[in-house]
């Protein structure tokens, strides 16, 4: 095992060499930040020790960090009297090797699942869009056709039917609910009581019951909208023009082409972006909720093709490959 200043080899109860110097490197002697300091360097080591485990680090760390003894001693530790931090100090390396041995079968709320993606919602999760628990602003449509992955392996696949998914953050994989108060605290999931089927299911030491949820059904557009007509056929009416299809097509012929005939992608790009906006603006549906409606737009998906959308300061929009400098 680590600490910061010593090294030693064993928390068995044989006093580790360097320890029984009562100086600075004797937890008799270190305040709260030299105590933290110590703790990681030692859960570092723990959880090196512990790589070969499925189990991830993050959640050992929050399950050994959740026990009784760790909460005493580190809310003790200011107060406490130099003669019994050794004591403590011993009472928590040993807590916590016994944690690691023993993974509970419950979840820790680490959000390590939350940071490996967002949740795809199930026709059961429907209630929570009801009653508001996940806001529609908070989803986005991914549409038959689309490349995904599996949450599962991670694998790439094509959608053979639509799915609802909670946002994720911008550049990241981490679900939009994982949050946190302030800047020292631990994120976590900000709807944890309502949290979708698919993340009550997933659990770190046993991958079944999240995989048995692929076989339930998903939350379809349909479903949400059941009932509104005019918004299934404006659904219906947006699949049929711009399909994911339609937009694939014209980035192949820019590739046949050589990059010359951009005007394919550039004419659907504007009359999605216009039909989305004329949408939002005649229904009153704030902007944020159309990725739910109508799916991405073209726009945010020329990304999957190696481009991005640049706006010049005249309005006009343009076409700018990944491949091609600021
Ligand atoms: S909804 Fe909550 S539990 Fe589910 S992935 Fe997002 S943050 Fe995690």
């Known amino acids: 095992m680590k600490t910061v200043q010593n090294k030693t080899d064993s928390i068995d109860g044989k006093e580790p060499q360097g320890l029984s110097d009562l100086s600075i490197n ?9 105590f933290r300091a110590n703790w990681y360097a030692f859960l570092e080591s723990l959880l090196e020790e512990e790589a070969s485990s499925l189990i991830p680090s993050r959640r050992m760390r929050c399950q050994i960090e959740q026990t009784p003894v760790f909460q005493e001693v580190v809310s003790g530790w200011d107060t406490m009297k130099s003669s019994l931090r050794l004591d403590a100090w011993k009472r928590l390396l040993l807590a916590a090797e016994e944690s690691c041995r023993t993974i509970l079968p419950a979840c820790v709320q680490c959000g390590e699942c939350c940071r490996m993606g967002s949740p795809t919602l199930h026709l059961e999760d429907i ?44 550049g990241l994989r981490e679900c939009v609910f994982l949050t946190s108060q302030t800047a020292d605290e631990a994120a976590v999931c900000s709807i944890y009581n309502d949290r979708p089927l698919q993340c009550r299911a997933q659990a770190c030491w046993d991958p079944i ?15 949400i909208f ?3 007509d005019l918004l299934l056929k404006i659904m219906g009416e947006h699949e049929s023009r711009c399909g994911f299809e339609a937009l694939s097509s014209a980035f192949e ?21 216009h039909f989305r906006q004329f949408v939002s603006e005649r229904f009153n549906i704030p902007s944020e909720s ?30 700018v490959s990944d491949d091609q400098k600021e």
């Open 127 to 170: 209630p929570l869009l009801q009653s508001g628990k996940i806001p529609w602003d908070q989803l986005i449509t991914l549409r038959k056709g689309e490349p995904a992955r599996s949450p599962f392996d991670g694998k790439p696949f094509i959608l053979t039917e639509d799915k609802i998914k909670v946002r994720e953050k911008e």
């Open 226 to 228: 059941a009932g509104v």
């Open 253 to 273: 012929e820019i590739n046949r082409s050589n990059g010359e005939n951009v005007n394919e992608v550039l004419e659907l790009l504007s009359y999605e972006d």
């Open 26 to 34: 004797h937890p008799s002697a270190w305040d709260i930040d030299q």
């Open 209 to 223: 019951p999240a995989r048995e949820t692929a076989d339930m059904p998903f939350l379809l557009r349909e479903n």
């Open 290 to 319: 159309m990725d739910l409606l109508l799916g991405r737009s073209f726009a945010q998906m020329t990304t999957l093709f190696g481009f991005r959308v640049s706006c010049e300061p005249d309005g006009t929009r343009c076409l």
